[in-house]
């Protein structure tokens, strides 16, 4: 295993905790399964919350950092092995 591999497992290990993170930071949109089977109006919430916004926009960030940095190390790996 050469240090561009370990290095970048390290990375990617911090980058899905801190995608986990965020995904679970943010609030739910819908009611979820049991609204979907009982037929429940889904009544969109308009409250105008300016921290979901900010935490979809990093998660969102987050995921590209995390396929790029996967892609990275796929690559590192084959053709500095």
Known sequence: MGIFEIIGGV???L???GLIFLV???E???????????GGEMVEDNRGRMGSSVLAKYT????IAFFVLAVLVS???????
């Open 75 to 81: 690559v590192f790996s084959i053709y500095l092995a």
């Open 60 to 63: 969102k960030y987050a995921g």
């Open 24 to 26: 679970l930071s943010q």
């Open 11 to 13: 990375l990617l290990i």
């Open 15 to 17: 980058c899905c905790i």
């Open 28 to 38: 739910s949109k819908g009611r979820g399964l049991s609204g979907v089977i009982g």
